[in-house]
Nanobody
Framework: QVQLVESGGGLVQAGGSLRLSCAASGRTFSSYAMGWFRQAPGKEREFVAAISWSGGSTYYADSVKGRFTISRDNAKNTVYLQMNSLKPEDTAVYYC?????????????????WGQGTQVTVSS
């Protein structure tokens, strides 16, 4: 089992930045690839970014490419999502997730464990 707890969400103006953190506990964090997803009101949960267990490979949704950066610190059992140049359409609940797949894709069903989410609201 892996327990995931997100933090760092909040209210920010358009053009601003936030950094989300996801702290993991339980089984060996470094053996899992990690992902970030988001769900806006009335919409399905969508993929944002993923990172391999070593941090050597990353993958982004087109909508956030160039603005968001995913990273991880295996010594701290934490994965991060640095979000810059935020837009109102980035408003959503953001979730981190863990998977035993080496190179996960964007599918929700590829991930085994999920956090409870953290709200990000971007005002115009």
């Amino acid at each position: 089992q892996v327990q995931l707890v997100e933090s760092g969400g909040g209210l920010v103006q358009a053009g601003g930045s936030l950094r989300l953190s996801c702290a993991a506990s339980g089984r060996t964090f470094s053996s899992y690839a990690m992902g970030w997803f988001r769900q806006a009101p009335g919409k399905e949960r969508e993929f944002v970014a993923a990172i391999s267990w070593s941090g050597g490979s990353t993958y982004y949704a087109d909508s956030v490419k160039g603005r968001f950066t995913i990273s991880r610190d295996n010594a701290k059992n934490t994965v991060y999502l640095q979000m810059n140049s935020l837009k109102p359409e980035d408003t959503a609940v953001y979730y981190c997730a863990a998977t035993s797949l080496a190179l996960p894709g964007p599918g929700n069903d590829e991930y085994d464990y999920w956090g409870q989410g953290t709200q990000v609201t971007v005002s115009s």
